[in-house]
């Protein structure tokens, strides 16, 4: 809902200024791509609960006085700006705190099925809220909605303190560090890790810029009004609540596939697994040069494996059953 209220009334503000709208999309999400990172440490540190807690009256507190500015028509574009860029940080802290609490509630052995079903109740805000917001835009004006939205921060605080402690699954604390010491070192990223976050940059930048697009395509190429930009919001989030109503079909965790083939699998290859004898190469052993490599250091036989290897080698290898 505060979306949907916010974008409309930066359009109204701004004489449907594509600047403007991009300008408070940019200051409410950069917070979060420069400061997740430390919301993450700072929910490992602290108590996720009491943070969460802190997170959403901060929130409330936020939407409550944009709001009273835009009821008293005296709200300015600055105003939107300051305040989308305040409610940023604050859910730099809270979306990592959030996703990590799921695993308190329900224990490690459920957190996919959690995390869906967590998907699925934010979807489904997301499906309900802006038909809601554009109806009490074109009834009451933006103002309401955030009055509304500030409220509503007051119900998820009084649930998460009426949460049991005693029953959350809490994970052991870390030893506390000694003075000066600095950890461990540097760890090589997974190549698959990396691949998947890759793909995640590729897919946020140029699959998930539609909140910009949809309200501009309203205003200025579809004509409408608020309640009609709402259904094209909800639209959108139909099809993530399918999707996270698929993923909750899930029973335990998933279990990590064969990747392709990297540097850290030819590592692999090259090392037997009674580590009698060691490889010099992907494609010999040292203790038999002038023979095909051993099973123990053959790598497995799949078809992208299969195209990298020699023509000379290929041809004396003994099939695998």
């Not at 979306?3 to 403007?20: E, F, N």
């Not at 003075?179 to 998947?196: F, Q």
Request: net charge positive; proline share 10%; charged share 15%.
């Amino acid at each position: 809902m505060m979306v949907v209220a916010q974008d409309w009334l930066v359009l109204d503000l701004s004489g449907d200024s594509v600047t403007a709208l991009a300008t408070v999309t940019a200051l409410q999400f950069t917070p979060m791509l420069l400061l997740t990172l430390y919301g993450g440490r700072v929910a490992d540190r602290y108590d996720k609960r009491a943070l969460l807690t802190w997170t959403n009256v901060v929130s409330g507190l936020l939407a409550l006085p944009l709001g009273l500015l835009v009821a008293g028509d005296s709200a300015r574009l600055w105003h939107v700006y300051a305040f989308a860029f305040a409610l940023g940080v604050a859910g730099a802290v809270e979306m990592p705190t959030r996703l990590s609490f799921i695993a308190e509630l329900v224990g490690p052995d459920l957190v996919p099925n959690a995390s869906a079903l967590s998907g699925a109740y934010f979807n489904v805000a997301r499906v309900l809220g802006p038909p809601l917001a554009g109806l009490l835009i074109e009834a009451v004006g933006p103002g309401t909605v955030m009055l509304v939205n500030a409220a509503s921060y007051a119900a998820t605080v009084a649930g998460l303190r009426a949460m049991r402690p005693g029953e959350l699954h809490h994970r052991p604390r870390r030893g506390t560090r000694r003075p000066g010491h600095r950890g461990p070192g540097p760890r090589a990223v997974p190549a698959d890790l990396v691949m998947t976050l890759a793909l995640l940059a590729a897919v946020s930048l140029f699959g998930l810029n539609l909140p910009l697009a949809l309200p501009l395509m309203a205003r200025t190429v579809f004509r409408t009004d608020a309640t009609a930009f709402g259904l094209l919001t909800a639209a959108l989030a139909a099809g993530s609540l399918l999707a996270a109503f698929t993923g909750t079909l899930r029973r335990g965790r998933p279990q990590p596939a064969w990747s392709s083939p990297g540097p850290a699998a030819s590592a692999s290859w090259r090392r037997p697994p009674d580590g009698r004898r060691t490889c010099r190469s992907r494609w010999s052993c040292s203790s038999r040069r002038d023979s095909p490599p051993c099973p123990s250091c053959r790598p497995p036989t799949t078809a992208s494996n299969w195209a990298a290897i020699p023509p000379s080698a290929a041809g004396s290898w003994p099939s695998t059953p």
